[in-house]
């Protein structure tokens, strides 16, 4: 399953392709509008979520209400195109009053992107490097979830912590994924615990005070997973790898942990590594979930759990200094319209990505064409693994 997104943060619209979807995928316009209005939730937005109520148009590849396996079109129109008009046309020459942006900020793609495509003007960087873009992934990754839900997988996530205020997660790879879904999504940073919940809201606020931004974590969980998707013989085959360079590819993510992440290299063996266990009739499981539900590049089967660091956000109401490209002198780097904070909605924008590399995986495993294929393909590979248990 591969994607391509197009499309300018001011632009029209923004249109994503997907191909490699089986036939016969049922499909709900409203489960991917509920995921854009997550993505454009959360405390600390900025003004533009105030415009956008991004809504999705499936234009081919859906036949009342089924894939029919060719290429899928999606399209997130930008309603704040109406105030871009001039300033983002196609054909025309640029109006006389144009304010080309010269100020690059640091930490956005500003500088390097104008000095690698040889522009005087950092918009024609920051319009598509702008977080915007992950609406269209966040759409088209509606279709990878319906593909997963139908397979019984299912994808959340949670924030974990924004500057300082952190949500200390009892258990987080065995329990992780007990949360009850509208305990994230009721609160406004998408963490299920209220007083951390409060606690970054304070966060939030004071950085607005102080023109500043802020980063944070979330954490990633997909649950229902068979054990095997992925491969250990080649580099590429690795889940690891895929489902990292997934994550990595979001604007901003700057840290992917797997399971213990980090801190299983601080421990012994035996105090990681997750004991064997055979339960009658259901198969092989293990007495803990320290690696995040993947081995050697492969799914165990338990909860997949990922959690990855956001930096902030570049765009500083109180800026940096840069250097102004037409006059080369110092200069406070470019502001505009932007958020304090985006950590829940790139939880979200994390939860896209996850079911891409997952859904992938699936494909790659149980074939493609059809999903009454896949299913029957899936329920042989389980039986098998339940019959060493029998
Ligand atoms: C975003 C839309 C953008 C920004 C933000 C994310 O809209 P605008 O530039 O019109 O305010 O709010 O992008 C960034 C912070 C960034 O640095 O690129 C969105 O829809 O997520």
Redesign the pocket.
């Known amino acids: 399953m591969r994607y391509m997104t197009a499309g300018e943060?001011?632009g029209p619209q923004l249109t994503t392709i997907i191909d490699g979807i089986p036939a016969g995928l049922r499909i709900s316009e409203d489960s991917i509008n509920a995921d854009l209005a997550r993505?454009?939730s959360g405390y600390g937005r900025?003004?533009?979520?105030k415009i956008?109520r991004d809504h999705v148009r499936i234009v081919s590849g859906v036949r009342f209400g089924r894939t029919i396996g060719s290429p899928i079109t999606l399209v997130v129109e930008n309603r704040?195109w109406q105030n871009w008009t001039d300033r983002m046309a196609a054909f025309g020459d640029a109006p006389s009053d144009l304010k080309r942006e010269v100020t690059p900020r640091p930490g956005?793609a500003d500088l390097v992107g104008a000095l690698k495509t040889d522009s005087d003007d950092c918009r024609n960087i920051?319009e598509r490097?702008?977080?915007?873009e992950?609406?269209a992934r966040v759409a088209a990754a509606g279709i990878a979830r319906e593909f997963l839900a139908d397979l019984g997988v299912s994808i959340f996530s949670y924030v974990l912590s924004i500057g300082s205020a952190t949500f200390d997660d009892p258990d987080p790879f065995v329990r992780a994924h007990e949360f009850a879904p509208a305990d994230i999504e009721l609160s406004e940073t998408r963490c299920p615990d209220p007083a951390a919940t409060e606690a970054m809201k304070a966060e939030i606020d004071r950085a607005r005070k102080q023109g500043e931004s802020l980063g944070g974590t979330f954490r990633l969980v997909a649950k229902g997973l068979v054990p095997g998707l992925g491969g250990y013989a080649t580099a590429d085959e690795r889940l690891t790898g895929r489902i990292g360079a997934a994550l990595f590819s979001v604007?901003a993510i700057k840290g992917v942990e797997f399971g213990l992440g980090f801190e299983a290299a601080r421990r012994m063996g035996s105090q990681v590594h997750d004991p064997i266990q055979l339960v009658r009739g259901r198969g092989f499981t293990r007495a803990s979930n320290n690696a995040g539900g993947l081995e050697g590049g492969m799914s165990t089967g338990l909860p997949l759990v990922v959690t990855c660091a956001m930096k902030p956000?570049?765009?500083l109401m109180n800026p940096l200094q840069t250097v102004n490209l037409d006059t080369l002198e110092p200069e406070s780097a470019w502001r505009?319209?932007?958020?304090v904070c985006?950590v829940p909605?790139a939880a979200v924008v994390g939860e896209a990505e996850l079911a891409f590399a997952l859904a992938d995986a699936y494909l790659e495993k149980f074939g493609h064409d059809n999903m009454a294929d896949i299913r029957a393909s899936i329920d042989a590979y389980q039986r098998r693994l339940r019959t060493v248990s029998r």
């Open positions: 943060s001011h993505r454009q900025g003004g533009r979520q956008e704040d956005h920051l490097a702008s977080a915007r992950t609406a604007p956000i570049p765009t505009e319209r932007s958020d985006a909605a």
